[in-house]
């Protein structure tokens, strides 16, 4: 298991190399989506699907705001549902990540016993000046 350990420092880049490539690629992806985008907006066909998605969006907003006013209380009961889960999660995120940082072991487990494992993500964002 060390020699593995050792095995992945030895070959992992840098941080900076890493966040350079990933840059780089952004960039790239920028510009071709750009391009791929101006393409779209000359395209006859896909104008006129554009129009019939947006008036598809506008008949299902329509219906389902329809159906919204006739459930009432249980739409209401949904909305507050959604909240309670943001709310809920997170908490269970910050209660997680207060454990890792005392050193303590993440445990959670659903139904059945299934044993669920915490996954962090780390990002960068530009720092406003």
């Known amino acids: 298991m060390f020699l593995l350990y050792k095995y992945f420092i030895f070959f992992m880049k840098n941080l900076q190399t890493v966040f350079n490539e990933i840059e780089e690629l952004k960039k790239e992806q920028k510009t071709l989506k ?45 909305e507050e549902i959604k909240n309670q889960l943001g709310e809920l999660n997170v908490q269970l995120s910050d209660i ?21 494992e915490p996954l962090m993500q780390v990002k960068f964002k530009r720092k406003k000046d």
Do not use: C
């Open 34 to 78: 750009s391009s791929f985008r101006d393409a779209l907006s000359h395209s006859a066909p896909y104008q006129e699907l554009l129009e019939a998605a947006k008036q598809a969006r506008e008949n299902k907003l329509t219906a389902e705001s329809s159906i919204a006013r006739d459930f009432g209380p249980e739409f209401n009961r949904l």
């Open 96 to 116: 997680a990540v207060s454990n890792i940082m005392k050193g303590e072991r993440i445990e959670v487990y659903g139904p059945n016993q299934t044993e669920y």
